[in-house]
């Protein structure tokens, strides 16, 4: 007999039921709702966990001198990287990497990490860090889950301090630049030239990054599944490699010249003349670009930047100098091409001028009846304030400009400076009164209202040894390009030439430079930069005081091969130690002689030493070199970045 | 023994039989997928073996007639008290909490067959009551049977087990016929027992790592980072699975361990990743097919005892599905409560299929002799 069901029971078991329904009906809801509507969301939800994007960085192109020694190179370097998005407490962080891997950092400075990065949640704490730091970060998962080592290329210098001026250096992407140079890509480690050919050739070098898209598990790790290989994950996006670059650059040239400056500041460059290939560019002192591609301590830039040397000056375009005598076979030029003096012009020296009521004074007690060839070859600056007097401020303006004196001559490194080359017009335009004949008498001895960067005379002996063709001078090997083509004659040429060439070979105050059989043709320069040196011997004077000594010239004088400049600053006379330094170019260059058997061995750095412990925290650096001001004139006297330069001898204001 | 499958053949619930085979498959195979390619590869053939002695174990539940099971439900009731008050002692700590007596090579959790033996214990004293109603006296012994096994897991201290005890009690006051004075006046001796327990272990015998777990149990937002990690992860694993899954071994948050816990409390969270909706509902429909299965047999049982058997496994089973599926969907707090059948675990399997045991026995023994 069945036990009679009581009517409360039944009700129960419905009640029960209904209960038993609306918990399954609930779940039913909930899965179709997640599942069917939700569906697509949550599959993108669950993509996004497990795909990362990884950055496949593309090396920056090499750089190679003439002859394929490699100037810069990439080298493999590790970086410390706090990954905010994965969540956790950075003061932890930062109080579990003081305790793992004795890496102090503060909190702000992770702030400020944060704050430049190009993406927000990534910040770079340090670059160059050691290997082992990888195993250490594996090892503590749990207490340095934000934390993760990223590979990255860097730039490494074989040469070291050698051509650093020309080669520049790189710095990590800043706001700024990504503005410029248009890079879009969100990537902490994007380098891009801050100097010298790394800036000018920055697009060239630089390449594109690809994309990779790795499966990656909760902790990040990259997991490789075949069941799990899903559309899209592994796709790549090849990096383009930077294209390699030659440079023009003879290295061996590039080492025994910068040797030469043993100690001395200054600057020199080597030229073809006919080419504008740039063989050998000097900026003294230097600077290891090295030191960028490490992490730049604040402190480091910071002495850098105050160092009073300025090592971050690219001399050979920067520096804007007096061209002192240098500039005489220019006045001899426009006299001749204008028709105003002959070789045989003959002025009297008695070793002083007066002229407007100041005298104007020659280096010598006086030359006596000098012709042109003659002053050219003693540097005779009474005979060069007549010519220059004839000649006229007007005439030396526009010759001046054809050879692109004052002008920038366009070579292929960023910042060049314009010097100065005064003229009535030049005065005018800038408030500081009429001309005065007084003014024109400096300028025809190369002081003055004149200030010229190093490239830009060696532009102008080039053009002298080239007979009128201007080249643009080039780092970056590629085909010539002609700037212009000066009209002169060759009758006026072959005047001036033959001065230079006395200057050298003919007992003239460039003899240092003489090399038999290669009839080198030059003139050197001194550059008042105190008038207390006037009639002083300037070796008697205070290093800082002395004048600056120049050189410029070209070789051989029939069919030249190069053109050179050389200036030391405070170092006396040109015929000195400019000549020296240039004598020890030209004879690797003609004779093969090789380093050893000139100055010291200057056996280039094979590398730099590997990366220590201890990395640098890297800052907003490096920024660029300070831009040179267009016209360095204040208060109407040319003054150059490098030089403290007095009132020139007998200026009448 | 030749009877008695005879009888099981003609009266026996095989479509409860079926339906919890169907788990026990689908259990292996979640079991094994959740930790395919882990350190908790072993897991998978473990389960598998537990599913087998799961079986064996059924069957014996379901050919011994439930009224000869209820003369030995004292003795088992006390075993299991004895255990786990042995465990208390000497048993093996496992996350902090006392609650596995290991033998050799197979760790079991006394309080997952205590559960039932308090159920069949408590369907005994009905067998010997003379007026066959659930009273307010009855209703106080039936809890006490339930609160002293539940207690001493309390103190292990495993929380999550211990509020599986619950739905028993539930079960015993469905059945019950009680004015609502005396309602509560047995809230009120609950009550008034629970904090005196509480007070008492407080300051006697929890050590601060069991007080800790207390303060987090009771207060989940002190964790909430975790959980709420844990409960994002299950939903994109749920919601990602979409109509058809994304196949066996194929679930990406299961596999690349996004989704917590996927073989044990998060293992319907792999369901719905890796079998979709079609899959997660299906699995749904078995457990609600096998609770309603239950409720028929509730009107069906021939006694009181029987109902109350029949009314501790819809109970137990329907806590564990609400709290677990609930958790994985999002829609209740996280609880460790593992998905009945389906979550990696002997102890469980083997104490829910005793429940499902018993009233397959009770359906197959329904009628009067």
Known sequence: MRPSLDASLSAKATFLRI??????????????????????????????????????????????????????????????????????????????????????????EVDAALHRSPVASLAVLARDVPPSWLQKIEAHQQELSMLRIEMELRRDYPFGLYAGHA???????????????????????????????????????????????????????????????????????????GKPLTLNLDMDLQTIVENGFAGETGSAVFMKPNTGEILAWVSVPEFNPNLFSKAVSASDWQALMEDPGKPLLNRPIQGAYPPGSTFKPFVALVGLQEGILTASTVFSCGGVWEYGGHAFHCWSKGHGAIDMLTAIQNSCNIYFYHAGDRVGIERLDKWGTLFGLGRKTGVDLPGETTGVLGSPAWKKARGLGPWYPGETLPISIGQGYLTVTPLQLLSFYSTLATGGVRYRPRIVSGPPEVLSTVDVSPEALAVVKEGLWRVVNGGGTGKGCQIPGYDVCAKTGTAQVVEASSGKNTYSLEKGERDHAWIAGFAPRNDPSVAFVVMVEHGGHGGDVGARIAKAGLEYLFLGKKPGEVAGPPAPLPSQSPPTAAPEVPTDLPPEPPPPEDQPVPEGIPASPATEQGNPTGVAP | MKDALKAFWADGDHLTTLLLLGLLVAGSVMVRSATFGTKFAGLAPRQTAWCFVAVAVYFVAVLVPYDIWLEYSYILYGLCVVV?????????????????????????????LAKFASALAGAGYIKDLSHKVIGFREFS????????????????????????????????FYLSRMTLGQILKWAAMALVGLVVLFVLGWFTFFKPYQKERIVTFLNPSTNIRGAGYQVHQARIAVGSGELTGKGLYSGTQNRLSFLPAPHTDFVFGVVSEETGFLGAISLLLVFLALLSRFLSTLLLARDLEGRYLVCCAFSVVLYHLFINVGMVLGLVPTTGIPLPFISYGGSSLIGLTLFVGMAANVRAHRFVR
């Open chain 2, 84 to 112: 786990l008050l042995a465990v208390m002692i000497l048993g093996h700590s496992v996350a902090g909490s006392r609650s596995w007596l290991i033998l050799g090579p197979v760790g079991f959790q006394p309080s997952e």
């Open chain 2, 141 to 172: 012994i039936l809890s006490a049977i339930v609160a002293l096994p539940m207690v001493l897991t309390l103190l292990q201290p495993d929380f999550g087990t211990a509020t599986t005890f619950l739905p028993i009690i539930l079960a015993a």
């Open chain 1, 19 to 108: 209960l038993l329904w609306t918990v399954f009906l609930a779940f039913g809801l909930r899965l179709f709702y997640l599942q069917v509507l939700q569906g697509n969301t949550y599959r993108t939800l669950s993509e996004n966990n497990y795909t990362r994007t990884i950055v496949l960085r593309s090396p920056r192109g090499m750089l190679l001198d003439r002859n394929g020694k490699v100037l810069c190179r990439n080298r493999v370097s590790f970086s410390l990287v706090m990954d905010t998005a994965k969540g956790g407490s950075i003061d932890d962080t930062i109080a579990a990497m003081k305790r793992i891997l004795e890496f102090r950092i503060a909190r702000s």
């Open chain 1, 167 to 241: 080669l520049g250096y790189v710095g990590l992407l800043s706001p700024e630049d990504a503005e410029k140079l248009k890079i879009k890509e969100k990537d902490p480690f994007i380098e891009v030239g801050k100097a010298g050919v790394e800036k000018a050739a920055n697009v060239r070098l630089m390449g594109k990054n690809g994309v990779r898209t790795a499966q990656v598990n909760s902790l990040g790790r990259e997991v490789e599944d075949p069941k799990l290989r899903l559309p899209g994950v592994g796709l790549v996006e090849e990096p383009v490699s």
